[in-house]
């Protein structure tokens, strides 16, 4: 299940999705990092491939990824118009979560990368009290000009596993242009140390199994309904393309 492997992936305008379920792909990163294989993975959901259809470098750069995983219920529904199903949605957060676990049983190291500073002097200690057998390699927060410091410190340390939380472009760009520092899993996660931390709340397990965090999160931070303004154009442009299929 490698990016040669087209049979497992389900394309979504443009964007080749990993057509797997959570279980069988977190096997898949525990090999890659037990074998300190490079890998890079991006959790994306819909407002990830309306921003790549406009920025044509951004996608060119995603599809060289290794894996792209269904971050969004609205990434499930595109599958289902388009009658490919995805076997699951995969969530960055809950992928996240599960390899700070796995990453403790099996004494791994992470290295940090992203969200304000105050938030990442939180997340170590929660790391430290909650995931004592894994090493913290390094921790830096989102707000650098200058990235060279953050790759050097990577590259001495070489953790098995690079985070970077500085939401997307910028994420997948930094991880593009450095994932060469170490042989480790890099992987872009948007704002899990906040949720993490608990800086911003995650929706109730309800809202969760319902696949309502997007409203949930609407209606604790108002100022994001014009970000959400994007899933209508996004459901219209996946309808034209099943048009375009089935025509």
Known sequence: MD?????????????PFVNTTETAFQNVLHEKID???NTFV???N???VMYAKEHPAYQKLITSANYIVADGIGIVIG?????TPIKERITGYD????????????????Y??????????????VVEKNYPDLQIAGTHDGYFGDDRNIVKDVRRTEPDMVFVA???????????????????????IGGSFDVLTGTVKRAPKSWQKLHLEWLYRVVKEPSRIGRLMVLPRYLWQVFQERFRKHS
Do not use: C
């Open 112 to 125: 940090f990368i992203g969200a304000k500073a105050d938030v990442i002097r939180k997340l170590r200690k």
């Open 95 to 110: 992928l996240f979560i599960h390899l700070l676990e796995w990453g403790n049983d099996n004494h791994k190291s992470a």
């Open 42 to 44: 991006v959790t994306a």
């Open 79 to 83: 599958a289902k118009m388009l009658k």
């Open 35 to 37: 074998q300190r294989i």
């Open 3 to 15: 990016n040669q492997s087209h049979s497992q992936k389900v394309s979504i305008l443009g964007i």
């Open 46 to 48: 819909p407002e990830i």
């Open 166 to 188: 500085t939401g997307y472009p910028k994420q997948e760009e930094f991880i593009d242009k450095n994932r060469i520092a170490s042989n480790g899993l890099w992987m872009g």
